[in-house]
């Protein structure tokens, strides 16, 4: 949009834009509700529900993969005996939340940005809003936080598999679950081997009459008992409030202790994940084939199951696993590379989400569009030279919402620092030739497919991530806010840092 248009716009003013209603955006609106009840603020949601993920997919057996007392916010405590949540009572849980706290009427549903121009002349962030019905409204909004995750809501991942089209079953994508969907009785195909594969297996191994749980390499898997011994001695004898510090306690000190241990001594972690899956899966299943990862602990995220529910239905004869390439799909399954082909009514591609920066957003500053892999994250949440924006990001080697509460009170001691001193622009300055290095350390297949759109970390914080939350309770929530790496009303190298190098060489 050219500045001539924007100057015969009508403008909605906001302290604060709240981009997804999903656990992230809720903990942000609720955090601001209570740290500055004077800022104006809105939560832009997409979707006709909150919830996020919680609400989108629908497949069966659908659950968190981390503890519900580390995931669940410290301000609302999980009070629940079984701590790793089905969907459904997530979104109980959240939606106790928006009605308790009254954050309904914060969030416009079925609305979606579509563009967000960061205007140095006004310090403020210029949004065009689209509704459901097509038509538009912008905000100027002085901070601008995105809270839509990391994935296209709109569609997940889909190989280009030979054949594809010849099945004459059903296809059925966990992200678009098709709820009127009976497999009772079918023989049933899952692709995959990260957290969906293995939470569908053996929801569907319930009704279908076999399932395949079909996987190009194996992953690690864990079995947790779905309720703890603990929380169901101390909940009897102490306070919900004070149950649930200890049990946060707890499982935080043993995600991390996992973590580190993998990082330190990955084969002797290694060994004891085999060792555990040889005890579940009693003979039934070659470990050595199917739970023998190719990639150490923790270079990607660990599947969790609840009472060894997978294991379960493999040693029951319901479900078996395969690890083998596909070769092409057929009219009634799927032929592998090494000539074994599986029958099918029903193929579920757990494949994978696609990655997407900041909901598809059309963002710019001055009108130069930002370009994600120009820039470099500070402190997992602010991006170099891109001012007043947080993207509220969890960890990926623990609960997402451990990071997320940091990032939510680190945005409201920012404004305050802000408010007090008169400052209206902030951002991480980052000089363009410093050394970069991936942004993450995982090596899932989500993140390598679009490594090279992604935003980069540097070699030392605070442009590295920490991942171990500890560090960060140090280092971001009780750090000082000017650390000569922010700068305050400072907009002037804004423009030429995001022209595109043509621009710049000819200027």
Not at 271 to 283: S, T
Not at 295 to 320: C, E, H, I
Not at 467 to 485: Q, R, T
Request: a neutral charge.
């Amino acid at each position: 949009m050219k500045a001539s248009e924007e100057q015969h716009i009508e403008y909605e003013a906001l302290d604060v834009l709240i981009v997804g209603a999903g656990i992230s955006g809720l903990g942000m609106s609720y955090t601001l509700k209570k740290k500055r009840p004077h800022n104006s603020f809105a939560v832009i949601e997409s979707r006709e529900n909150f919830g996020g993920t919680w609400d989108l997919f629908k497949y069966p057996g659908i659950r968190s993969d981390s503890d519900m007392y580390t995931f669940a916010f410290s301000f609302k405590p999980w009070t629940d005996r079984e701590y790793i949540a089905t969907a459904e009572r997530i979104q109980n849980y959240l939606g106790e939340l928006v009605r308790d706290e009254g954050l309904n009427q914060y969030i416009r549903f079925q609305q979606k940005v579509k563009a967000a121009n960061w205007d140095s002349t006004k310090n403020r962030w210029l949004v065009t809003i689209s509704r459901a019905d097509g038509s538009e409204y912008h905000i100027a909004a002085k901070f601008f936080t995105c809270c839509s995750g990391y994935y296209n809501y709109d569609k997940g991942y889909l190989p280009d598999f030979d054949g594809f089209d010849d099945f004459k079953g059903t296809i059925a994508h966990p992200q678009k679950w098709p709820q009127e969907l009976d497999y009772s009785n079918k023989k049933v195909i899952v692709i995959g081997s990260g957290a969906t594969a293995v939470t569908i297996v053996p929801a569907m191994a319930k009704k279908a009459a076999h399932v395949t749980m079909l996987q190009r390499s194996p992953s690690y898997i864990v079995s947790r008992p779905a309720s703890d011994v603990l929380f169901r001695a101390l909940s009897r004898v102490l306070p919900a409030g004070l149950t649930n510090r200890i049990m946060r306690l707890k499982y935080t000190t043993l995600q991390q202790m996992s973590f580190v241990l993998s990082k330190k001594f990955p084969n002797f972690v290694r060994k004891i994940i085999r060792k555990m899956n040889i005890k579940d899966l009693n003979g039934t299943a070659d470990v050595d084939t199917h739970f023998n990862p190719s990639y150490q602990p923790w270079d990607q995220r660990m599947a969790l199951v609840p009472d060894a529910d997978l294991f379960n239905s493999v040693r029951t004869g319901k479900s078996t696993i395969v690890t083998d390439h596909i070769d092409r799909f057929t009219p009634t399954g799927v032929l592998t590379k090494n000539g074994t082909h599986i029958d099918a009514d029903i193929i579920v591609p757990a494949t994978g989400l696609d990655l997407q920066l900041w909901g598809n957003i059309n963002l710019s500053v001055d009108g130069h569009k930002v370009h994600g892999n120009k820039l470099t994250n500070y402190k997992g949440m602010m991006f170099s030279q891109l001012p007043n924006f947080v993207w509220v990001f969890g960890y990926t080697n623990s609960s997402w919402t451990l990071k997320a509460e940091l990032t939510f009170d680190y945005v409201c001691r920012l404004l305050d620092y802000m408010e007090q001193n008169g400052h209206d622009s902030v951002y991480p300055y980052l000089n363009p030739d410093a050394p970069r290095e991936n942004i993450v350390g995982l090596k899932s297949g989500y993140i390598l497919r679009k490594l090279d759109e992604l935003p980069s970390q540097g070699s030392e914080f605070p442009w590295c991530n920490k991942d171990l939350y500890v560090k960060d309770l140090l280092a971001i929530k009780h750090s000082k806010l000017a650390d000569n790496v922010l700068r305050f009303d400072d907009n002037k190298p804004l423009a030429d840092f995001h022209k595109p190098a043509a621009d710049v060489h000819s200027s």
